[in-house]
Antibody, heavy 121, light 107 residues
Framework: QVQLVESGGGVVQPGRSLRLSCAAS????????MHWVRQAPDKGLEWVAV????????YVIDSVRGRFTISRDNSQYTVYLDMNSLRSDDTAVYYC??????????????WGQGTTVTVSS | DIQMTQSPSSLSAYVGDRVTITCRAS??????LAWYQKKPGKVPKLLIY???TLQSGVPSRFSGSGSGTDFTLTINSLQPEDVAIYYC?????????FGQGTKVEIK
């Protein structure tokens, strides 16, 4: 069965860095785009970043551009989110989600359980 | 970037009622419109994709419709377990924006 397991969250001071990981299993990871979505406390879902199945195409939202980098290692079935210069408004639960299969456009059908990032001094 | 606006932001209805949530896009796009259900402490759940296609395992009381810029999620015969926040999303092109959410409660 499809599983996505995030890790790497924690409490970090403003300006510091954190790397989130999402380990996938149960499907052919290298044929799917992967996303990161976050939910700040008492806020809605916010799409953050996407990486194509081969890792060559990436896109992040304006508010994290230049600070966050999405990457993947298909041999390790893992997608990453490197977060630098963290701010208090980055505090959220971060979810990874499975997206498009090669050759198709798909909604986010599987999600991880989320990992919590708290940016606080 | 496409902006997604949902209405209402919250609603309260009786068990058995029919509930309708609207999602309006800032510009028209193809049929890449999805609806998700989010319960507190739970993972978001895909309910509907491609405007009206029910995800496997989702109860048939959920349905989606619309085209262009206006889309609707309908819950026929609201059940207690449907209490949640519902989000629409345009997933065809990045950024795959979500609506701000509609909170559904039971009277």
């Amino acid at each position: 069965q499809v599983q996505l397991v995030e890790s790497g969250g924690g409490v970090v001071q403003p300006g510091r860095s954190l790397r989130l990981s999402c380990a996938a299993s149960g499907f052919t990871f290298s044929t799917y785009a992967m996303h990161w979505v976050r939910q700040a406390p008492d806020k809605g879902l916010e799409w953050v970043a996407v990486i194509s199945y081969h890792g060559k195409n990436k896109y992040v939202i304006d508010s994290v551009r230049g600070r966050f980098t999405i990457s993947r290692d298909n041999s390790q079935y893992t997608v990453y989110l490197d977060m630098n210069s963290l701010r208090s408004d980055d505090t959220a639960v971060y979810y990874c989600a499975r997206g498009d299969k090669v050759g198709s456009i798909s909604a986010f059908d599987f999600w991880g359980q989320g990992t919590t990032v708290t940016v606080s001094s | 970037d496409i902006q997604m606006t949902q209405s209402p932001s919250s609603l309260s209805a009786y068990v058995g009622d029919r509930v309708t949530i609207t999602c309006r896009a800032s510009q028209g796009f193809s049929n890449y419109l999805a609806w998700y259900q989010k319960k507190p402490g739970k993972v978001p759940k895909l309910l509907i994709y491609a405007i009206s296609t029910l995800q496997s395992g989702v109860p048939s009381r959920f349905s989606g419709s619309g085209s262009g810029t206006d889309f609707t999620l309908t819950i026929n015969s609201l059940q207690p377990e449907d209490v949640a926040i519902y989000y629409c999303q345009e997933y065809g092109t990045a950024p795959q924006t979500f609506g701000q959410g509609t909170k559904v409660e039971i009277k």
